[in-house]
């Protein structure tokens, strides 16, 4: 397997950067709180990066500094399947040696602060 450790987008194909352009211009609302939060290193200087292209994966929010990636997650991942394949993501991207922190939108509306507090105890 190549080593894309220092590759910003670990070789994404042109498809997934266009598709998370996409994604970049329609935030949930969520996803818009916690960017304002993040946005230009107001995270303990931490750059963050969102709806970021990783392989074959877009993450909402990403840290390469870190290898941290942060999803949000709405009311379909509540569901059986949609929870087995966040879990098969998140084990892939994990064996990639990435740290991934999962939040329920509702989480962050509701307590940013808790929120912000367990991004910076990563």
């Not at 379909?76 to 993501?89: A, N, V």
């Not at 509701?110 to 991004?119: A, D, G, H, K, Y």
Request: hydrophobic share 35%; proline share 2%; net charge negative.
């Amino acid at each position: 397997m190549p080593d894309y450790k220092d590759n910003l987008s670990w070789a994404a194909k042109p498809d997934i950067f266009k598709r998370a352009k996409e994604l970049r211009k329609s935030l949930t609302e969520s996803e818009e709180i916690l960017w304002q939060h993040l946005r230009n290193n107001k995270l303990g200087g931490l750059k963050f990066r969102r709806q970021h292209p990783l392989d074959i994966f877009i993450a909402d929010f990403y840290c390469h500094q870190k290898r941290l990636i942060i999803e949000l997650d709405g009311g379909i991942h509540d569901l059986l399947e949609q929870k087995e394949h966040d879990e098969g993501r998140t084990f892939e991207l994990e064996e990639k040696g990435f740290k991934v922190l999962r939040f329920k939108n509702d989480e962050v509306i509701n307590n940013i602060e808790e929120v912000l507090s367990r991004i910076q105890n990563h």
